[in-house]
T-cell receptor
Framework: KQEVTQIPAALSVPEGENLVLNCSFTDSAIYNLQWFRQDPGKGLTSLLLIQSSQREQTSGRLNASLDKSSGRSTLYIAASQPGDSATYLCAVSEGKLIFGQGTTLQVKP | DAMVIQNPRYQVTQFGKPVTLSCSQTLNHNVMYWYQQKSSQAPKLLFHYYDKDFNNEADTPDNFQSRRPNTSFCFLDIRSPGLGDAAMYLC???????????????FGPGTRLTVL
């Protein structure tokens, strides 16, 4: 059974810092891995999708990597801003999405 | 423009009183999903429709049912809500059902259900 784990559960950083969020999964037979952002009380916004054959994807200040063999993905956020404060969820697709529990990020001004 | 719309955004119901949550989409996607997300937990898939084909997750309680009358709309019916059903309910759509390396899901804003 696929399990997705995100560490840390919460993270607080000063504005301007570069940071890395971690996601691990137990079964490498995935179609893709996606990172989502969720603001309090809101739905999910897709940030990046990495196909199983890809190693990384970039969008603006965000860079996501995927290492299927080790069952790991990272989301790198450069030059963090207070507006980046949210919960970040990773999810693997194996015919359906299996989510991690998320990392709640707070960026302090 | 909103692509996945959920109504209402907040729903309060009484213990045991049936409630229906609504989802509509303007993306013309084949697949629609319903997730339950309890506080500080990961979203959990309840079921999905591929066109008119209904796919129920094995551990979804019988208390939860769904209808998809057309491509654009999908409803979540909770027949007899219990206190444990209080959660955020998320609707999502995708072009194809799982198994694609390139497809992503688009989520609505969610409906927060309170059970009194």
């Amino acid at each position: 059974k696929q399990e997705v784990t995100q560490i840390p559960a919460a993270l607080s950083v000063p504005e301007g810092e570069n940071l890395v969020l971690n996601c691990s999964f137990t079964d490498s037979a995935i179609y893709n891995l996606q990172w989502f952002r969720q603001d309090p009380g809101k739905g999910l916004t897709s940030l990046l999708l990495i196909q199983s054959s890809q190693r990384e994807q970039t969008s603006g200040r965000l860079n996501a990597s995927l290492d299927k063999s080790s069952g790991r993905s990272t989301l790198y956020i450069a030059a963090s801003q207070p507006g980046d404060s949210a919960t970040y969820l990773c999810a693997v697709s194996e015919g359906k999405l299996i989510f991690g529990q998320g990392t709640t990020l707070q960026v302090k001004p | 423009d909103a692509m996945v719309i959920q109504n209402p955004r907040y729903q309060v119901t009484q213990f045991g009183k049936p409630v229906t949550l609504s989802c509509s989409q303007t993306l013309n996607h084949n697949v629609m999903y319903w997730y339950q997300q309890k506080s500080s937990q990961a979203p959990k898939l309840l079921f999905h429709y591929y066109d008119k084909d209904f796919n129920n997750e094995a551990d979804t309680p019988d208390n939860f049912q769904s209808r998809r009358p057309n491509t654009s709309f999908c409803f979540l019916d909770i027949r007899s809500p219990g206190l444990g059903d209080a959660a955020m309910y998320l609707c999502a759509t995708s072009r194809v059902a799982g198994g694609s390396s390139t497809d992503t899901q688009y989520f609505g804003p969610g409906t927060r259900l309170t059970v009194l």
